[in-house]
Every structure is written in structure tokens, then in C-alpha cells.
């Protein structure tokens, strides 16, 4: 199993900024995702974050709008810019070995975009 | 693309009751996902099925998969308080490394 570690927890931000999240895990790991649920919704992919790559988008999520990085195998972050109400959501991140194999999750950060 | 339907959308039990919840697939599942969250955290895993039939049991939480593997069942029995959240089920989807989920199952145990 991961232990994975999402900081901030939860965070109140103005409409028009941009805030990073970040996801640590305790061992190296070659996928990581990166999901938004949106309030009453199911988990939506947002994007797969690949060491020493860019990321790949899923339909409808963009670059811009979703930065990531992934500077190691036990790191990753996802930036929310220019933030409108339509952002709150949780967003979650994901490490799995591949298909067939168990997807850990993290706490998930919970966002409120005033 | 694959698409996981689950039902009932939300439920409402007296403690000590049992209950079902179901997870059916428009395609053949290639491993079954059950994953439950407390309301605004992440995702705690639960189970995995990927054998035709196969069932699997821990506490009083027990998942099947169908002989032909588009259904899946999550059985409790004796719910109690802290069995309250929401069930998510999740499968991978074509070729994709990464799960996809069905809309969720908001379970409220009262005591």
C-alpha cells in the first residue's frame, strides 16, 4: 500500500488567484493522478502526471487552467489558476502500479472559491 | 467508455439492518473497485474482485462480482454508525491505467 499526504487540507480562495496543491507519498511510484470532485459528483480524472513528461489531460481539463508538475516519483503537484466558483470542488490525488493493481487516494484538499 | 452505474443513489438504514448496494457495468469488468469516503475526504480502499464469482469478505462488508462480471454487489451487514459515508465503485476502462467510478452511494446509518 501508499501512504499518501495532501497538503493544504481544505482552503478558501478568492475568485480570479490560482492555488497549488501538493501530494507527497512514501515510496516512488510511477502513476499519478490527479481528480476533481465536484460537490454531490463522482471522482472525474483530471489528469495523469508523469515523471519527466508533461502531463496528460483528460477531455475538458486543460494545461492552462491545470498546471502539474512532477518533479520525482514521490511527488506531484496540480495548480488551480484563475479560480472561479466553479473550482470548488475536492481534488484528489492518486498513485496506482497499473492495471489490475489497487489505486491508493489521498485525503483530498477541499477548496471553496469565493 | 465504460460506464459504472450505481444504485440506490442514496440510503437510509436503522442501525443493525443489513444492505446492498450494486454496481453494473455497460462492458465486462476487468477488476472491481469498492471504495468508501467520509464525507469531504479522500477515498479509503476497500476491496478488489477480478475473478468471475468471486467474493470477498472483511468485517461485516462483504463484495461480489457476478459469474459474467458486469454486476457487483456491497452487502453490510448489522450496519452500524461508522459504516456511514459514501460507496464508490470503480473499474479501468479500456485501456486506460487509471480507475473510473460510478456516481457513488450516500449511505446514512442512524443509530
Known amino acids: 500500500s501508499a501512504v499518501i499526504s495532501q497538503k493544504p487540507s481544505r482552503d478558501i480562495c478568492q475568485r480570479g488567484t490560482s492555488l497549488t496543491i501538493q501530494c507527497q507519498v512514501d515510496?516512488?511510484?510511477?502513476?499519478m493522478f490527479w481528480y476533481r470532485q465536484q460537490p454531490g459528483q463522482s471522482l472525474t480524472l483530471i489528469a495523469t502526471?508523469?515523471?519527466?513528461?508533461?502531463?496528460?489531460?483528460e477531455s475538458g481539463f486543460v494545461i492552462d487552467k491545470f498546471p502539474i508538475s512532477r518533479p520525482n516519483l514521490t511527488f506531484s503537484t496540480l495548480t488551480v489558476s484563475n479560480m472561479s466558483p466553479e473550482d470548488s470542488s475536492i481534488y484528489l490525488c492518486?498513485?496506482?502500479?497499473?492495471?489490475?493493481?489497487?489505486?491508493?487516494f489521498g485525503p483530498g484538499t477541499r477548496l471553496l472559491v469565493l | 467508455s465504460q460506464e459504472l452505474e450505481q444504485s440506490p443513489q442514496s440510503l437510509i438504514v436503522q442501525e443493525g439492518k443489513n444492505l446492498t448496494i450494486n454496481c453494473t457495468s455497460s462492458k465486462t469488468l476487468y477488476g472491481l473497485y469498492w471504495y468508501k469516503q467520509k464525507y469531504g475526504e479522500g477515498l479509503i480502499f476497500l476491496m478488489m474482485?477480478?475473478?468471475?464469482?468471486e467474493e470477498k469478505s472483511h468485517e461485516k462488508i462483504t463484495a461480489k462480482l457476478d459469474e459474467k462480471k458486469q454486476q457487483s454487489s456491497l452487502h453490510i451487514t448489522a450496519s452500524q454508525p461508522s459504516h456511514a459515508g459514501i460507496y464508490l465503485c470503480g473499474a479501468y476502462s479500456g485501456s486506460a491505467r487509471q480507475l473510473t467510478f460510478g456516481s457513488g452511494t450516500q449511505l446514512t446509518v442512524l443509530p
Open positions: 492518486s498513485v496506482g502500479t497499473g492495471r489490475g493493481e489497487t489505486q491508493y
Open positions: 502526471a508523469n515523471q519527466g513528461s508533461e502531463a496528460t489531460y
Open positions: 515510496s516512488q511510484v510511477t502513476m
Open positions: 474482485l477480478q475473478k468471475g464469482g
